[in-house]
């Protein structure tokens, strides 16, 4: 398993709220002051909040928060809870009647994978924003990555158990680290050594099933099936300076990670999405920044199934 997480960089503290009894849960990450944010989404499916404020031609520059949480549209929901406590702590927009916290937001779909009508809230924000550390490190089965799951085109008993994985590479004084949340429609692969490692698997055999062959089969025999339980989101964060443009360059970059690790990857079916924070510390390139992104994220992928553990009925890597 690689090493590496959000936190190896200067002043980003991460919290989790995971609800292990319905298999659900959120992510907080809480940046510095001044962190500029861009995101770039691609998924046919995305559920979200506040990505048009991180265009490059509209007005804010710096968040506040983010979320990565389960729940579908209605995690969105633990956003709420993170101005709150931000609100609290006298951080967000000044507006000049208050503050108001700009807060990013990306969800899942886990509803079918635990309780459906238990779902993040503004409570689970709450609580993980208290949670939040400089320290914080750990993969698997946490926050937004509690419920997450793939291989789902058959069906949930074709499922395995995917989560959170996370990723940092460092070049000299440059620090480039991903946090991902993987639910994904296609295959997972870890693209460093070449095999698959997380899909539609058949227990009875104990042999992956080829996602892009059975979508073919299905599409020409004019079969139904379920497309909206999936979703791969992810967060890039850097020390260097960049702004809103370049922030959403590395993102754009950065989802060959995904390109490398999943496929078929970015379709109606998913909700791809990955944020990018710059901290401003250093000097550097654009170019190399996403190019160092689009391996940190394919790394995270695969940390995500690496670091799991089976729940829930579903098959984990370390089973296989």
């Known amino acids: 398993m690689y090493s590496g997480y959000l936190t190896d960089i200067k002043g980003i503290k991460v919290g989790h709220y995971s609800d292990y009894e319905n298999l659900t849960g959120v992510t907080v990450i809480l940046p510095p002051n001044k962190t500029v944010c861009g995101v770039d989404v691609r998924g046919?499916?995305?559920?979200?909040?506040?990505t048009d404020l991180l265009k490059p031609e509209n007005f804010v520059e710096n968040i506040h928060g983010l979320v990565l949480s389960g729940g579908s549209?209605?995690?969105?929901?633990?956003?709420?809870?993170?101005?709150?406590?931000?609100?609290?702590?006298?951080?967000?927009?000044?507006?000049?009647v208050g503050k108001v916290p700009i807060v990013?937001?990306?969800?899942?779909?886990?509803?079918a994978c635990g309780n459906s009508k238990i779902r993040p809230n503004l409570e689970m924000g709450y609580l993980a924003c208290e949670k939040a550390s400089e320290k914080?490190?750990?993969?698997?089965?946490?926050?937004?990555?509690?419920?997450?799951?793939v291989g789902?085109?058959?069906?949930?008993?074709?499922?395995?158990?995917?989560?959170?994985?996370?990723?940092?590479?460092?070049?000299?004084?440059?620090?480039?680290?991903a946090l991902t949340i993987c639910n994904a429609f296609g295959d997972v692969f870890d693209y460093e050594k070449n095999i698959q490692i997380a899909g539609c698997y058949d227990k009875k055999t104990k042999e992956f099933k080829n996602t892009l062959e059975i979508y073919k089969e299905i599409v020409n025999q004019g079969v139904g099936f379920s497309k909206m339980e999936n979703t791969t989101i992810s967060l890039v964060a850097t020390n260097g300076i960049f702004n809103k443009a370049e922030c959403m360059?590395?993102?754009?970059?950065?989802?060959?990670?995904?390109?490398?690790?999943?496929?078929?990857?970015?379709?109606?079916?998913?909700?791809?999405?990955?944020?990018?924070?710059?901290?401003?510390?250093?000097?550097?390139?654009?170019?190399?920044?996403?190019?160092l992104a689009s391996q940190a994220i394919a790394r995270a992928v695969a940390n995500s199934v690496y670091a799991v553990k089976s729940v829930g009925g579903f098959v984990s890597y370390g089973d296989l």
């Open 136 to 149: 914080e490190n750990r993969q698997g089965n946490i926050g937004g990555g509690t419920g997450a799951t």
């Open 104 to 111: 990013p937001a990306a969800v899942i779909f886990d509803l």
């Open 73 to 96: 549209a209605y995690g969105l929901d633990s956003a709420s809870g993170v101005m709150k406590y931000l609100e609290e702590k006298n951080i967000g927009l000044d507006v000049g």
């Open 44 to 50: 046919g499916a995305p559920g979200t909040r506040e």
């Open 152 to 177: 789902k085109i058959l069906g949930m008993d074709f499922a395995m158990k995917s989560g959170l994985g996370s990723a940092t590479i460092k070049t000299g004084e440059l620090i480039v680290s």
């Open 249 to 291: 360059k590395i993102s754009a970059m950065a989802h060959n990670g995904y390109a490398n690790s999943i496929f078929p990857v970015h379709t109606l079916n998913d909700g791809d999405t990955i944020f990018t924070l710059a901290t401003g510390e250093i000097k550097t390139d654009v170019s190399l920044v996403g190019a």
